[in-house]
């Protein structure tokens, strides 16, 4: 079976089911004592073009994806390891810029691996800690569903051909993983990060589309293209953030709009974006 019929998703469940990894479910693995470590690559030609880019703001854009998935976790960030795949005919100042970009945040980069490749590569280790790591499994009948800014952002600036700058949610993660039972960033659309909840739940997640704040210039379909890296929650309480649904019996992810049931669809890494659009 091919990579592209099976699907991410797949392919995480076959490594479990083999117990060739264990503890993937969340955005981040939890170790001892609250350390948080999570990993995420950016691949030109699927993740980003240089001609819609500065190398500053790739670099920000690596720092802050990863720093997503420690904001999903509750956590304070420590630090960042960065491993860089770049062509030999590289220019210096383009990666000095790059570098500029990563250490753009506030959080040291200590440590990293440099290589040659074919194509600009950025591999980014965050390193941080929590007192307390909701995870996407624990979401309960009844528990508001929130979202910690608008979405649809990166899809806007797709359709434009341009680059949307990721925000860094770490203030709201640590808030919400007080008291959220589920907690997740959306990397991948809503529909689909809705459903890592649902999924590792055992519960329906019902979402109203008329209720989801949107970014300048986006449309409901974009809310399909992920990358917003906001934060999405399951929480008892609703503490200031919007709320665009709830957590019911049963399974699944059922999306409103205007009382009508609709699809959405979002991103997985070896089936693409429906037509294959560049990520």
């Given at each position: 079976m091919r990579l592209s019929e099976l699907g991410e998703l797949g392919l995480l469940a076959e490594l479990e089911r083999r117990g060739l990894a264990r503890g993937i479910e969340h955005d981040a693995a939890q170790l001892a004592a609250g350390l948080v470590v999570t990993q995420d690559a950016l691949v030109e030609g699927v993740h980003f073009r240089l001609d819609w880019t500065t190398y500053r703001e790739l670099g920000y854009t690596a720092a802050a994806v990863n720093l997503s998935d420690l904001a999903a976790s509750g956590a304070e960030p420590d630090a960042l390891l960065v491993t860089l795949g770049a062509p030999p005919a590289a220019e210096l100042d383009d990666v000095l810029q790059l570098y500029e970009g990563l250490n753009e945040p506030g959080v040291p980069v200590v440590g990293g691996d440099t290589t040659v490749a074919p194509q600009l590569v950025i591999a980014v280790t965050a390193l941080g800690r929590s007192a307390r790591v909701p995870g996407r499994a624990g979401a309960r009948p009844g528990d508001a569903v929130v979202v910690t800014g608008p979405l649809g952002a990166a899809g806007a600036a797709f359709r434009e051909g341009r680059h949307a700058r990721p925000p860094l949610r770490l203030d709201e993660g640590r808030r919400l993983a007080a008291t959220a039972h589920a907690l997740t960033d959306i990397s991948d659309g809503?529909?689909?990060?809705?459903?890592?909840?649902?999924?590792?739940?055992?519960?329906?997640?019902?979402?109203?589309?008329?209720?989801?704040?949107?970014?300048?210039?986006?449309?409901?379909?974009?809310?399909?293209?992920?990358?917003?890296?906001?934060?999405?929650?399951?929480?008892?309480?609703?503490?200031?953030?919007?709320?665009i649904g709830r957590c019911r019996e049963g399974e699944d992810v059922e999306i409103r709009l205007a009382g009508e049931r609709v699809s959405l669809s979002g991103w997985d890494h070896f089936g693409g974006r429906g037509a294959g659009d560049l990520r």
């Open positions: 809503l529909a689909v990060d809705a459903g890592h909840i649902a999924e590792r739940s055992g519960c329906r997640i019902e979402i109203e589309l008329e209720r989801v704040p949107l970014a300048p210039g986006a449309t409901v379909e974009d809310l399909a293209f992920g990358e917003d890296y906001e934060l999405l929650a399951a929480t008892p309480e609703e503490p200031g953030f919007p709320v």
